[in-house]
């Protein structure tokens, strides 16, 4: 119902399930390698036959190769991006303003990664992260690396120069993931660095960063500066600013999409984007979820009645848009109401899924177990306020 007012489809990656690739010390399986493909294309396939007018942006996730976390060698390299360029881009009847430019095919063949100009005013950035990923073996050309980064700081500076507004598209998102019982960093601390950079020299010119990864759905930014700001870019940690350190300049407005395969005990989902001033920052959200351990034997009955609504940034969070200071200054109120914390989470998986029992999609530690003991709303946010008084340096590690 709502294809005519869709412009863009975008594919944060993760098509295929987890522990279905190899780790790196395998050797290359012909059967394994056209499974995965497969798989991708029957995603793909789908998709465009449902939305044969409207473009598709893919980028490459950890799982979709056949060793996990790892960009082909040299030996595979003009394979596998062939293969990915005919699924992802020839394919795709919309994508014919990307397929018919020469360099966005020397650039996927090179290192998986394209650009769009969709709009006179509007470009979307799409390259694969994990040739910065720390579980990289680095066994590709190690110079890679370094020529990626390279080209996506041209990107943006054209960008700039032409006065386009931009999207990111990459999978695993830069910056520290902090969730309980310790920290994860994804991308290599010189990569991490340079591409911050970017993000705080640019943010004039980026319109929103869309990542996925995580298997659940969230948004971050950070201040332009603060004391340390560096030490403190982690994904949750807001209580490390002062309310006096608050900056009127926030970049990266990074936005964690829900995914495709039902990992880590998550309910498969997709988000909706609306701009009401293309292309400036996205005005509002919507998430929907799909029921998936609700379907079990029902091969009979209707699968749309499974999808379920989860909440709007603007009507339920009331948050006026996605911009940086927005997402910014949402996530720190999260910080001094417990409540309201919960609520978010529970918004989240769905109140149909609380309410059904279904305690094991709440995919954070934390509040999961604190879901697992309370009966009910309140005793879940009484257990949630204990335990952010044994922990005041964790209050948003809970989702």
Same mark, same amino acid.
């Given at each position: 119902?709502?294809?005519?007012?869709?412009?863009?489809?975008?594919?944060?990656?993760?098509?295929?399930?987890?522990?279905?690739?190899?780790?790196?010390?395998?050797?290359?399986?012909?059967?394994?390698?056209?499974?995965?493909?497969?798989?991708?294309?029957?995603?793909?396939?789908?998709?465009?036959?449902?939305?044969?007018?409207?473009?598709?942006?893919?980028?490459?996730?950890?799982?979709?190769?056949?060793?996990?976390?790892?960009?082909?060698?040299?030996?595979?390299?003009?394979?596998?991006?062939?293969?990915?360029?005919?699924?992802?881009?020839?394919?795709?009847?919309?994508?014919?303003?990307?397929?018919?430019?020469?360099?966005?095919?020397?650039?996927?063949?090179?290192?998986?990664?394209?650009?769009?100009?969709?709009?006179?005013?509007?470009?979307?950035?799409?390259?694969?992260?994990?040739?910065?990923?720390?579980?990289?073996?680095?066994?590709?050309?190690?110079?890679?690396?370094?020529?990626?980064?390279?080209?996506?700081?041209?990107?943006?500076?054209?960008?700039?120069?032409?006065?386009?507004?931009?999207?990111?598209?990459?999978?695993?998102?830069?910056?520290?993931?902090?969730?309980?019982?310790?920290?994860?960093?994804?991308?290599?601390?010189?990569?991490?660095?340079?591409?911050?950079?970017?993000?705080?020299?640019?943010?004039?010119?980026? /319109?929103? #960063? @869309?990542?996925?990864?995580?298997?659940? $759905?969230? %948004?971050?930014?950070?201040?332009?500066?603060?004391?340390? !700001?560096?030490?403190?870019?982690?994904?949750?940690?807001?209580?490390?600013?002062?309310?006096?350190?608050?900056?009127?300049?926030?970049?990266?407005?990074?936005?964690?999409?829900?995914?495709? /395969?039902? #990992? @880590?005990?998550?309910?498969?989902?997709? $988000?909706? %984007?609306?701009?009401?001033?293309?292309?400036?920052?996205? !005005?509002?959200?919507?998430?929907?979820?799909?029921?998936?351990?609700?379907?079990?034997?029902?091969?009979?009955?209707?699968?749309?009645?499974?999808?379920?609504?989860?909440?709007?940034?603007?009507?339920?969070?009331?948050?006026?848009?996605?911009?940086?200071?927005?997402?910014?200054?949402?996530?720190?109120?999260?910080?001094?109401?417990?409540?309201?914390?919960?609520?978010?989470?529970?918004?989240?998986?769905?109140?149909?899924?609380?309410?059904?029992?279904?305690?094991?999609?709440?995919?954070?530690?934390?509040?999961?177990?604190?879901?697992?003991?309370?009966?009910?709303?309140?005793?879940?946010?009484?257990?949630?306020?204990?335990?952010?008084?044994?922990?005041?340096?964790?209050?948003?590690?809970?989702?």
């Amino acid at each position: 119902n709502l294809q005519k007012d869709i412009g863009l489809i975008l594919v944060p990656g993760d098509l295929v399930t987890h522990f279905f690739c190899y780790e790196e010390d395998h050797p290359f399986n012909e059967e394994l390698y056209k499974s995965i493909m497969d798989t991708i294309k029957m995603f793909t396939s789908a998709i465009a036959q449902e939305f044969p007018n409207i473009p598709i942006i893919f980028t490459e996730g950890n799982d979709d190769y056949l060793y996990d976390y790892q960009v082909p060698t040299e030996a595979y390299k003009a394979r596998h991006y062939g293969n990915l360029y005919e699924v992802w881009i020839t394919n795709v009847p919309a994508n014919n303003i990307i397929a018919n430019n020469d360099k966005n095919r020397e650039s996927f063949l090179n290192f998986g990664s394209y650009s769009a100009d969709l709009k006179d005013n509007f470009r979307v950035i799409s390259f694969n992260c994990l040739y910065f990923n720390k579980r990289n073996k680095k066994s590709n050309d190690p110079a890679t690396p370094d020529k990626l980064m390279k080209w996506i700081e041209d990107q943006l500076i054209s960008a700039k120069r032409d006065n386009k507004k931009a999207i990111l598209l990459y999978h695993a998102p830069h910056g520290t993931y902090v969730q309980p019982p310790g920290e994860e960093t994804f991308w290599e601390p010189e990569y991490d660095s340079k591409f911050k950079g970017y993000l705080k020299e640019y943010r004039s010119t980026i /319109s929103a #960063i @869309f990542c996925g990864h995580t298997h659940g $759905s969230f %948004y971050q930014s950070f201040p332009v500066s603060s004391p340390n !700001s560096e030490a403190k870019d982690k994904f949750y940690d807001l209580t490390a600013y002062a309310d006096d350190e608050l900056e009127t300049e926030y970049y990266s407005n990074v936005i964690i999409n829900r995914a495709v /395969s039902p #990992i @880590f005990v998550n309910n498969p989902g997709f $988000s909706l %984007y609306y701009y009401k001033d293309t292309p400036n920052y996205p !005005s509002s959200a919507e998430e929907y979820t799909f029921l998936l351990s609700e379907t079990y034997n029902t091969e009979n009955e209707d699968p749309d009645r499974f999808w379920v609504y989860l909440f709007s940034t603007e009507k339920d969070l009331k948050m006026p848009d996605l911009s940086p200071k927005s997402i910014y200054e949402f996530r720190r109120s999260l910080i001094y109401d417990p409540e309201k914390l919960i609520q978010y989470i529970l918004l989240q998986e769905g109140e149909k899924v609380f309410k059904l029992g279904s305690k094991e999609n709440i995919s954070s530690r934390v509040s999961k177990a604190c879901l697992r003991q309370s009966a009910s709303i309140d005793e879940t946010v009484s257990c949630v306020t204990k335990e952010l008084e044994r922990h005041p340096s964790q209050h948003l590690t809970f989702y």
